[in-house]
């Protein structure tokens, strides 16, 4: 039962990192991006091209991947979303599947179907107790929870980070009190982008570099951030947090590989009760 | 009078939404330290007006100036950071953020480097609005209508602005919520900074500033002081419904 609720926190950890991206993008953009997926998937190619091929160390791999990432999305919001700013926010859905098809498409050309995997050493699991807790997962932990912590300083307590809510808050009074909306965009498309190509290599740690690993995760991803109130970043984590524990005790009653029933059963459950999420009420809106 | 010495001055401005024009050729000079209010009915074009002068609303055609500079191709956050301020008639702070960080943000995105630091112009703040000093740590959205207004007016004032310019301060108002309002505002005229005001309820309007420039269907029909256009009959008559 314990085992099962590390997996699920480590499962909810690996998921809460695209899902503050996606609900931090969603709060200043208004929009839901659901490109999200496909860029995990480039995160974690990009990474796997300096891992691998050039066979750096994983680590300055993957700060090298991130920013790349970074870049690239920003390039993306550059070419496809500006343009359509001014439209709703069902346009701009609609234009980031466009991203997604097209991302998925340039890795496959690229990369093959075929799946892959980081140049890292296998390690015996750690034990504690009864408890069995492997590489894969302490880096996991390690690695998004100081990402977490980062992000809500960041957000908390930096000039940025109140730029950033006062954008999502209020983007017009946001532009008179002096904020400059553009630099604000670009900000949050690079943490969103640095958050999501690490969710990418933890993605691939856990299990394989392939071109439709972001799609599987597109899913939980998506309610997760419904889960926590889609524009209020940090509750996404709760929500991940949620959906990784919900998945893993479900597997107490059903085969592990109908696990993706749980996020979808939730996400149901989650629109038709309570669409604004679980901590959506706190946002004030009048 | 050299319109370099002025705060704000629009000439011929033409402006509106998708290509209509609401307002026809406006003109109007804000001196520095002086306070005027723009009156007029339902319609015509107050807001368009605040809008286009403070950057929200690029104009079709005409000049806006600030401080003797060209800023007719600015945004609202450029202007802002040229000394230009300026409260919205309605959600006008950020709510889901507390009245200190509110005044923060008015501070910090604006504020010359080597000005006043935050600390001291936050003290300064407060003594024109000391109803707000308690509610600091408050999220701006629960505030009630009047309380929101002050630090709406506070954040506003934080970055020491030569105009500040207030759309429609009473909107919302209870009369009795207006009045205590309007006691502030004229507090803060009293500092010396330079008021532009857009006002539906002209006698407090008209109270609150020196002069008065009359608004209807997108032009300006008469700009005189406020004691000549209150003394005139004809036109508290025509344009104020009697006030």
């Known amino acids: ?286 | 009078m050299s319109e370099d010495a002025t705060g704000l001055v629009l000439r011929d401005v033409h402006a509106g939404y998708g290509g209509q024009p609401i307002l026809h050729g406006v003109s109007m000079t804000l001196r520095k330290g002086e306070r005027k209010v723009v009156i007029g009915p339902n319609g015509s074009g107050k807001s368009t007006l605040m809008k286009t002068a403070v950057g929200l609303l690029r104009p079709l055609s005409g000049q806006i100036l600030l401080n003797g500079q060209d800023v007719t191709a600015l945004r609202a956050s450029e202007r802002a950071r040229r000394g230009l301020t300026y409260v919205p008639q309605e959600a006008n702070v950020f709510r889901n953020m507390s009245v200190l960080e509110n005044l923060r943000i008015g501070h910090e995105f604006i504020a010359p480097r080597g000005g006043l630091a935050f600390a001291g112009r936050l003290e300064e703040v407060l003594r024109l609005f000391p109803e707000i000093r308690p509610k600091l740590g408050t999220t701006a959205g629960h505030l009630s209508g009047g309380q929101r207004q002050m630090v709406a007016m506070a954040a506003a004032l934080m970055p020491d602005p030569t105009v500040l310019a207030l759309d429609e301060p009473s909107a919302g108002l209870s009369p009795r919520n207006a009045e205590l309002l309007f006691e502030i505002i004229h507090r803060i005229a009293d500092s010396g900074v330079t008021l532009l005001l857009i006002e539906q309820n002209t006698r407090l309007g008209l109270g609150a500033a020196d002069n008065g420039v009359v608004l209807v269907a997108g032009q300006v029909r008469l700009a005189a002081p406020t004691a000549d256009i209150l003394a005139n009959e004809n036109i508290r008559r025509l344009y104020l419904g009697g006030a």
């Open chain 1, 1 to 286: 039962m314990l085992q099962l609720l590390l997996n699920g926190a480590v499962t909810g950890l690996l998921l809460s990192l695209p899902a503050l991206a996606l609900s931090l993008s969603f709060s200043v953009l208004r929009f839901a991006n659901y490109a999200i997926g496909s860029y995990l998937t480039c995160g974690a190619y990009l990474v796997y091209l300096f891992n691998v091929l050039f066979g750096w160390p994983l680590w300055i791999a993957a700060s090298v991947g991130a920013l790349g990432l970074a870049t690239l999305v920003v390039a993306i919001d550059y070419l496809a979303y500006r343009p359509l700013r001014k439209r709703s926010g069902v346009t701009l859905l609609v234009a980031s599947m466009g991203v997604a098809i097209a991302l998925e498409n340039l890795v496959r050309l690229f990369a093959g179907n075929s799946p892959r995997s980081f140049d890292v050493a296998v390690a015996r699991p750690l034990r504690f107790g009864g408890l069995r807790l492997n590489y894969e997962q302490l880096t996991i932990l390690i690695t998004v929870l100081t990402a977490l912590v980062l992000v809500w300083i960041i957000f908390r307590l930096t000039r940025l980070g109140r730029a950033m809510r006062a954008v999502a808050d209020n983007p017009d009074l946001a532009a008179v009190r002096g904020i400059s909306r553009g630099q604000v965009v670009a900000s949050v498309w690079i943490i969103s982008g640095v958050l999501t190509a690490i969710a990418g290599v933890l993605v691939g740690l856990d299990a394989n570099i392939e071109p439709q690993m972001g799609w599987n995760y597109l899913l939980p991803v998506f309610t997760a951030a419904i889960l926590g109130g889609i524009a209020s970043p940090m509750a996404a984590v709760a929500g991940a947090l949620t959906i990784g524990i919900a998945e893993e005790l479900a597997t107490l009653v059903m085969p592990p590989h109908y696990r993706m029933i749980v996020a979808f059963l939730i996400m149901a459950t989650l629109l038709l009760v309570r669409p604004w999420g679980l901590f959506g009420t706190r946002w004030v809106t009048r």
